[in-house]
């Protein structure tokens, strides 16, 4: 079947591909790629994918485009899938005969609501998705595929067996063609990242057991299984030749420093190569370790600190204790590492005292820069779970993660620290760490030594002054 994999259209700056912690509007806008979407079209040949918020498409240009296709699998998470939702009835009155399916974490978890919210989807995969869409685009009977869940012609629903895990991550085909050949690089921006920059998996799953972590908890797993060392050059490599525009790639595994000897053949390889890379990393990677990916061209590690309180990064099973972030942070500013942290407010646990010592642990690390999330209880996730059981969430089970503008909600609230005070809080801790004399001078010296940086800084500024204006009304 003529396929279509879709980023529908939603709110505007929304960014679609970071689901593990939350989806809405950036405090500066930001895509990342969508390589969830990548994957399986790259196992459909002559497919197409279409990220509408990153190409700035409206839902009527968007609608105009996906009719032409006979099969229209769009990626949908808990805050965007009612207009994900509408937008399939739309594209339904249009073109009744279209096949239309949704993947991502929101169905996985919940394909039975997720079938009967909506008549306009016809499935929902679940667990690793990519071999199920390439199955339903070779036009194999639903009844034959596994982890697949469907609407029968008499309205009935299906939950056909689950799909194994993925255990050769080699047999993946490179999602690096699929982006230069569907998608518009120069729409990719992420604040902390050189630009233009790609971002590749090399594994899935993670090992840490972190309760609010969204992916790990509902299509990847806790076991980290990985591409081959040889597998993740050769990728690098075609990105290097085919696509000499890029500045940087993004390794986006959950913590891609997990296996220190795996990470250290693939940094040496990296350095052969020539190119400028960065990762997601634990605050707990050895000096060692960090001096090898640091002489093989590491640029920035992207590190969830989450909370500056041991009782709170116990409650969330972090795995990691303030004392060894502690002493990461200064191995990296040793080596001239840089460093994006990001912290969460109103995890279990969170007091008025814990958000303040938060702040000051922020201020005392300094990384380079920060992002400040607020606790989203995902269903699947532990985190969801404890919060119906103890009641924290509004009117019990009811989720709002983001208003109707996108900007993030506070969905849990606690009878000591409400939700209004927790969603406060986020405009404090950006102040009380930007608005400081040393890091206002860190920035003005990142900005005079590149006109670019200059020209990049001076429009992140005015997103973030305006998101803070939002965030406070």
């Known amino acids: 079947m003529k396929t279509l994999f879709l980023q529908a259209p939603s709110y505007d700056g929304f960014d679609g591909g970071a689901g593990s912690r939350y989806q809405a509007k950036r405090e500066v806008r930001s895509f990342w790629y969508p390589t969830w979407l990548a994957q399986p079209a790259a196992l459909v040949p002559d497919s197409r994918v279409l990220d509408a918020p990153a190409d700035g498409l409206s839902v009527e240009a968007s609608l105009d485009i996906a009719q032409q296709y006979d099969l229209v699998l769009i990626h949908t998470s808990t805050p965007s899938f009612p207009t994900d939702a509408l937008f399939a009835e739309d594209l339904k009155k249009r073109k009744p005969s279209l096949l239309i399916g949704m993947v991502g974490a929101k169905v996985a978890v919940d394909p039975h609501n997720s079938l009967t919210a909506s008549e306009a989807i016809d499935f929902v995969c679940r667990e690793e998705f990519d071999f199920t869409c390439q199955e339903i685009a070779e036009g194999k009977p639903f009844a034959q595929i596994k982890g697949l869940s469907y609407r029968n012609r008499d309205g009935s629903i299906e939950h056909n067996e689950a799909r194994p895990i993925l255990e050769n991550m080699d047999e993946l085909p490179f999602v690096a063609p699929v982006y230069k050949r569907d998608l518009k690089i120069d729409n990719y921006f992420i604040g902390y990242l050189k630009h233009p920059y790609v971002s590749i998996y090399t594994g899935r799953g993670c090992r840490s057991k972190c309760t609010f972590c969204l992916w790990p908890q509902t299509v990847g797993g806790h076991r980290y ?249």
């Open 225 to 473: 299984r990985t591409r081959s060392v040889e597998n993740v050059l050769a990728e690098v490599k075609w990105i290097r030749d085919n696509m000499p525009e890029v500045k940087e790639i993004m390794f986006d595994d959950d913590t891609f420093t997990d296996f220190k000897p795996r990470v250290e053949e693939i940094a040496r390889g990296l350095g052969k190569l020539g190119v400028t890379w960065s990762c997601n990393a634990k605050a707990n990677v050895p000096y060692t370790t960090l001096k090898i990916m640091k002489e093989n061209g590491l640029r920035l590690l992207l590190v969830g600190y989450e909370s500056g309180d041991d009782q709170i990064l116990l409650n969330i099973k972090k795995g990691l204790r303030t004392d060894i972030a502690r002493r990461f942070s200064d191995d990296c500013r040793k080596l001239g590492i840089k460093i994006h942290g990001t912290f969460i407010l109103g995890l279990p646990g969170e007091t008025q005292d814990t958000i303040q010592k938060t702040i000051e642990y922020a201020k005392e690390i300094n990384p380079h820069t920060i992002q400040v999330s607020l606790a989203a209880p995902y269903p699947g996730t532990t985190l969801y779970n404890q919060a119906v059981e103890n009641g924290w969430l509004e009117e019990n089970k009811v989720i709002n993660l983001v208003s109707k503008e996108g900007v993030q909600l506070a969905a849990i609230g606690y009878p000591h620290l409400s939700r209004d005070e927790i969603y406060h809080q986020l405009e404090n801790f950006y102040k009380r760490f930007y608005f400081r004399p040393s890091k206002i001078w860190e920035i003005l010296h990142e900005m005079l030594t590149s006109w670019d940086m200059m020209k990049r800084r001076l429009r992140e500024g005015v997103e973030f002054f305006r998101f803070l204006r939002a965030h406070e009304a």
